[in-house]
């Protein structure tokens, strides 16, 4: 699915990035190789992105690592990284792109922006064994539905999508034999999610066809959230 737009991407690692944005054409694409957790390198990142491409209208907040552990066992710097990671990365590129949607705004222009925040069902549910993942996608979801409620007035919109498990390098153990079957057993699809399936959800949240949307969580997760 394609919308058309210019893309700013962010990772850490240089040659996953360069692989992944391959596929676009170089000049409607800019790179930035470093971390979410950097507010400096997001303030920038959006300054050269407004200044190459004119405007930014759309983040989409992806960012995830996961550190796992039992609450009992589990260490401050296992606890901060996936916070850090996950929650204030999400704030610090959330403020930054909507420092300028807002500033863009009041100067007139009201084509607004739609932003996106990748929480997950561990967020609603818990998740044993990521005390801090979950707590990191709950409050995200707080995050969507504040910046909802404060840049509503900009026609800016946030929502958020609580992804299940989708076969990507880091849900790999959840998908492994140890714990497929029993998580195979709470999804009424009866299967993972791909990329490239749930992608599309994300492309509807930030078209014109989500416009009247937001403040909202959507499950994209084959129905796990029902599961008893």
């Known amino acids: 699915m394609e919308l058309g737009g210019n893309v700013v991407a962010l990772d850490l690692n240089p040659d996953a990035l360069g692989t992944a944005m391959s596929a676009l054409p170089a000049n409607r694409v ?46 401050p710097q296992q606890w901060q990284e ?23 705004a ?16 561990a967020g609603r549910k818990g998740s044993i064994g990521q005390v801090n993942y979950a707590a990191a996608k709950a409050g995200m979801l ?22 299940g498990v989708v076969e990507t390098p880091m849900t790999e153990v959840v998908r492994g034999e140890k714990f497929r079957d029993g998580m195979l057993a709470q999804i009424p699809l009866g299967r993972w ?23 909202q969580h959507l499950g994209v997760n084959g129905g796990f959230h029902i599961s008893l």
Request: aromatic fraction near 6%.
């Open 30 to 75: 800019q790179q930035v190789v470093g971390s979410v957790t950097d507010a400096e390198l997001a303030a920038r990142a959006v300054a050269e992105a407004v200044e190459r491409f004119g405007g930014v209208h759309g983040l989409v907040n992806n960012a995830g690592i996961t550190r796992p552990a039992m609450i009992e066992k589990m260490t």
């Open 193 to 215: 999610s791909t990329p490239e399936e749930v992608v599309k959800t994300v492309c509807f949240l930030m078209s014109d066809a989500a416009s009247y949307i937001t403040g």
């Open 82 to 104: 996936v916070i850090d990671v996950h929650l204030t990365g999400t704030f610090y590129w959330l403020q930054a792109v909507g420092r300028h949607m807002v500033a863009r």
């Open 106 to 121: 009041k100067a007139g222009d009201t084509s607004g922006g739609a932003i996106v925040n990748i929480s997950s069902d």
């Open 142 to 163: 707080g995050v969507t539905m504040t910046a909802a409620r404060e840049w509503g007035r900009y026609n800016i919109r946030t929502n958020s999508i609580c992804f």
